[in-house]
């Protein structure tokens, strides 16, 4: 009974003396009481230690009488004290120093020597034979109880600066070491605690010059060499990978921890390097806890892409199983779920990620991931709807914005002066879009200021760092079935060529004089450990190839590339960059050039032929024949919509509704009048376009579909065919056919589908919601131009204009006309939004010259307008309601039935033309600053 009241009062006294030097009772920041107190608990521990070492040290064969708490709390309390950041002299300035060395001197070393004294006393007497290997006399025995419960705390004092205290804790750690072994043969158990408490240490205590220089390593290292020779070569053995291990554990975690790392990326492939560690030390909760620092990290950078990478590493942890469940994580914060909610929220994160960085293609697998849970799995079908929707949302985001392909570089090292993980390697480094090869290189030269930048030749292993860089390229692989089909939009295309680019090529030799059969390439292909995009933003190469590219495979390249290249040019004309225009001009007249050596047309001689008599067969081609004759039809209609687009006239300025009357009186007349061509290319577009139709005919043949209605059923008023069911209609359906240029990819509708669709809608009066469609280009252009070649008619008509609105000579002023009416379009397109029941009666009078029967040819053309709104029999039945207006002003329209009769209207004969739009075959663009193509194809 004595024993035990003795045993419960030194536990409470230690229980004080330990929560005293916590900071609990007394403040931390009272220096003198603090360093007082360490002192007192040292003379306490050596009074406490004395009567445990009499009267609480059972015999062997007592043990069971041990007090293991009570010893455990005496243990635990000693090594708070040595370890205290307030007797670590080293760290402090002077004045504090000589303060502490007076007031407590050297109580590490007593605190040293009473461990040493202790520990080893609750170990049992080794035999001789365990003296031999171990160069132990006490070891096991007790000692054993408290692996691993201490062996964090041991290992903390093995990194103190002080040298006898941290001899000591390697003694103790050795101890420890060899009794696990004893019992289990296994040493992981003290790997898996040593990596847990430098973990903490590091991140709640800075770093000394113990840690950096790894100290303890080598006394560890020196007490497990005698082991070799006395026998122990499986202990020798686990003891030398535990200590390498945890020396690697090292030196990730001051490269991480270290200020002296000024470059963020050396930071991030730091933690990566470490997290990778982690894992194969299957340390989750470390490992997630790095994780999702790195992510904060690229975050704050603003390279969301990668940070949503980093986050899929803790993803990867779990199982798309919702019986599973796993503990709750403290940072960061996760409740305790399954697996399935736990990697569903973090999914959210990471497409939220992928989101901001538009990183849409990882987004989409992400998605479609999830999408595959929900139907598959667990069956949450409200889930799948907005999954569903958030695909679509982004798949039109890649067919409507230009994302631009991010720019890679080619990086060596060479020199012995980069460390070994870096000397000799070559990466592959991914740039902003509008990063140019010298901004990448000052980049690197920061990461590396004591590199030079070479550009050729090689480097011997010398003693240096040289750096060599230079830009490369994905490889877009010409078997692609995106090659097999036409006018594929250019973003669509990058995003099915480049979306996650594993091969980079440059080219290093190009012939394209001579015969087109003797047109060749070389390239180098670079193969990356890792497909774009990376957490690192780079990537090692692991392989070179050199390849030879066949004629066929030259020709394709070089279309593809010159469609792309002049392409880029037209898009910054119409943006407005008329500097732009003359490159653009000189390209076209090369390309459509028949006589040229340099037009892309010549490639033509690579298809295969097969002439019988006068007529030409078609021949089955191959796929990269076919993707030959398909990147020709792309490159001619880009040619035709560059042409349409220097023939259209400039915008004009945009002038208030109140004061249009104003300005058309004053000294101003200009801003009224139709805006001129480009003057300085005007009579090279002429040119160009007769030089087109003749080098590219095999092109446009082939995209030009024919009319399913023969022309002479066709009205003599150029109407567009329109399927509607309205009573005044009735008598001038017009059966379905297809427009010339056909926004179709080889799908023609046939006389009979256009038949069967109106046998379906005869008998229907309603309301039809069929979309307002763009008038062919015969039935635009004036009767004199009609039965000329679409493109050669247009420009014509153009130069017909004499600029000022009026039509030329020889033709009438109500048949050709080439202005564009912006602002009466608009007006008029509100006008025709009447209800099918508003009236009945129709206006008999024509408004300034125009007939009586141009009234319903006005209102399709009025179908047009800028928002493309749906076409109704209720814009019919409010045309036929209409005001003419009078005296230039403009007249506004009524619902009512009791509207006074205009049909008398004087104006100049020729003063309203046609709404003749000769600029474009599809709709309006919303945008009055973009040029619109004259291929429908291309919208």
């Known amino acids: 009974m004595a024993e035990e009241d003795m045993s419960t009062i ?12 916590r900071g609990e009772a007394f403040p931390a920041q009272w220096l003198s009481v603090h360093i007082f107190h360490h002192k007192s608990t040292m003379r306490t521990l050596e009074y406490i230690a004395s009567i445990l070492l009499e009267y609480f040290l059972p015999e062997p064969e007592d043990a069971e009488n041990y ?8 243990f635990t309390t000693l090594l708070t004290l040595v370890g205290s950041d307030a007797l670590a002299l080293e760290t402090f300035p002077e004045q504090k120093r000589r303060a502490v060395w007076k007031i407590a001197g050297d109580v590490r070393e007593t605190g040293a020597e009473l461990l040493r004294q202790t520990w080893g006393a609750i170990g049992w007497e080794t035999s001789l034979e365990e003296q031999g290997k171990y160069n132990l006399k006490r070891m096991g025995g007790y000692q054993v109880q408290y692996v691993p419960g201490l062996v964090g705390p041991i290992v903390e004092l093995c990194l103190s600066v002080h040298e006898g205290l941290r001899r000591v804790a390697v003694e103790v750690l050795q101890t420890m070491i060899i009794s696990e072994w004893t019992l289990s043969e296994d040493l992981s158990v003290i790997q898996t605690e040593m990596i847990d408490c ?25 007490l497990c060499d005698p082991l070799a020779s006395a026998g122990e070569e499986e202990l020798h053995n686990s003891l030398r990978e535990l200590i390498s291990t945890i020396d690697e554990f090292l030196d990730l975690l001051v490269a991480v921890h270290s200020t002296d790392n000024a470059g963020e990326a050396s930071q991030m492939i730091h933690r990566l390097r470490l997290m990778e560690f982690l894992r194969d030390m299957q340390k989750e909760e470390i490992f997630v806890r790095y ?33 599973k469940i796993v503990t709750a994580l403290v940072d960061p914060d996760f409740p305790t779920q399954s697996q399935f909610d736990r990697k569903e929220r973090i999914y959210f994160d990471i497409i939220k990620h992928f989101e901001d960085g538009e990183a849409w293609s990882c987004a989409l697998s992400t998605y479609q991931e999830l999408q ?36 890679y570089f080619r990086v060596t090292y060479k020199g012995m002066g980069f460390p070994g993980s870096l000397r000799d390697k070559e990466f592959v480094f991914e740039g902003s879009p509008t990063e140019r ?79 087109v059969n003797e047109h060749s390439a070389e390239k180098i292909i670079y193969a990356t450990a890792e497909a774009f995009p990376t957490i690192l933003r780079r990537s090692e190469i692991v392989a070179i190839d050199r390849v030879t590219l066949t004629p066929l495979q030259t020709a394709l390249e070089r279309i593809v590339r010159k469609t792309q290249e002049m392409s880029v040019v037209e898009k910054r004309v119409a943006d407005g960059e008329e500097d732009m225009a003359p490159l653009l001009v000189d390209a076209l007249n090369i390309s459509v050039n028949p006589n040229s050596d340099t037009s892309v047309a010549q490639y033509r001689e690579l298809l295969p032929t097969n002439i019988d008599g006068e007529e030409v067969e078609e021949v089955e081609l191959s796929p990269l024949e076919n993707a030959l004759k398909i990147a020709l039809i792309d490159h001619a209609v880009m040619i035709k919509r560059c042409l349409a687009m220097f023939a259209r006239p400039l915008p004009k300025p945009q002038v208030p509704r109140q004061n249009k009357e104003e300005l058309a009186q004053s000294s101003y007349p200009s801003i009224f009048s139709p805006p001129k061509l480009y003057p300085s290319i005007q009579g090279s577009i002429l040119k160009s376009n007769a030089d087109f139709e003749a080098t590219f005919a095999p092109e446009l043949a082939s995209f030009t579909f024919p009319q399913s209605q023969p022309q002479t059923q066709r009205e003599s008023t150029p109407t567009p065919s329109w399927a509607l069911s ?8 017009e059966s379905l056919r297809m427009l010339p240029q056909s926004n179709t990819n080889g799908t023609l509708a046939t006389q009979d589908t256009g038949n069967s669709l109106d046998s379906q809608r005869q008998g229907r009066n309603r309301l039809s919601f069929l979309k307002r469609a763009p008038p062919s280009l015969s039935e635009q252009l004036p009767n004199p131009l009609r039965s000329q070649p679409p493109d050669q008619a247009m420009v014509q008509a153009l130069a017909l204009s004499n600029g000022n609105g009026n039509s030329a000579k020889g ?104 709404r003749l739009s000769l600029l474009k075959l599809g709709k309006k663009s919303s945008k009055a600053n973009v040029l619109v193509s004259t291929v429908t194809e291309e919208d």
């Not at 030194?10 to 030097?21: F, G, Q």
């Not at 929900?374 to 949302?393: C, G, H, M, S």
């Not at 295309?493 to 979306?499: E, G, N």
């Not at 309205?726 to 359906?733: D, H, V």
Request: hydrophobic share 30%; glycine share 4%.
């Open 10 to 21: 030194l536990e409470e006294m230690l229980h004080v003396h330990l929560s005293i030097l």
């Open 372 to 407: 595959q849970q929900y139907q598959e799995n667990v069956y949450d079908f409200p889930k799948l709807a907005r999954t569903q929707r958030a695909i679509a949302t982004i798949y039109e985001k890649i067919s409507k914005t230009e994302k631009l392909v991010p720019k």
């Open 291 to 323: 994780v999702h620092q790195l992510a904060q990290l690229q975050a704050d950078a603003r390279n969301f892409t990668e940070a949503g990478l980093a986050l899929r590493l803790h993803a990867d942890l779990y199982e798309w199983d919702p019986t």
């Open 726 to 733: 309205s009573p005044s209609l009735n008598g001038r359906r």
């Open 198 to 222: 430098l973990d903490r240490l590091f991140k709640s205590k800075p770093l000394t010059e113990s840690v950096l220089q790894k100290l303890f390593i080598n006394d560890l290292q020196n």
């Open 437 to 515: 090869t010298s901004a990448f290189t000052d980049r690197m030269q920061e990461q590396h200021p004591s590199a030079q930048i070479v550009t050729a030749g090689d480097v011997e292993d010398v003693e240096g760092q040289f750096l060599q860089i230079s830009a490369l390229s994905p490889h877009r692989d010409l078997d692609n079935h995106v090659f097999q089909r036409a006018r594929v939009p250019q973003n669509i295309r990058d995003y099915l060529l480049a979306a996650h680019p594993q091969l980079f090529s440059v080219t290093s030799k190009r012939n394209t004089s001579g015969p």
């Open 67 to 74: 007090n293991t708490e009570l010893w455990k709390i005496f």
């Open 811 to 914: 033709l009438p002023a109500n048949e050709i006309s080439i202005e564009e009416s912006f602002e009466s379009n608009r007006s008029r397109s509100k006008e025709n939004r009447k209800s099918f029941f508003s009236g009945s009666s129709v206006t008999n009078g024509t408004g300034r010259g125009r007939e009586r029967d141009n009234t319903l040819e006005r209102v399709m053309n009025q179908a047009l307008s800028e928002d493309g709104e749906w076409l109704t029999s209720s814009d019919l039945t409010a045309a036929s309601n209409t005001r003419s207006r009078s005296g230039g002003a403009d007249s506004r329209r009524s619902t009512s039935s009791q509207r006074p009769d205009t049909s008398s209207v004087g104006s100049k004969v020729g003063s309203v033309r046609k």
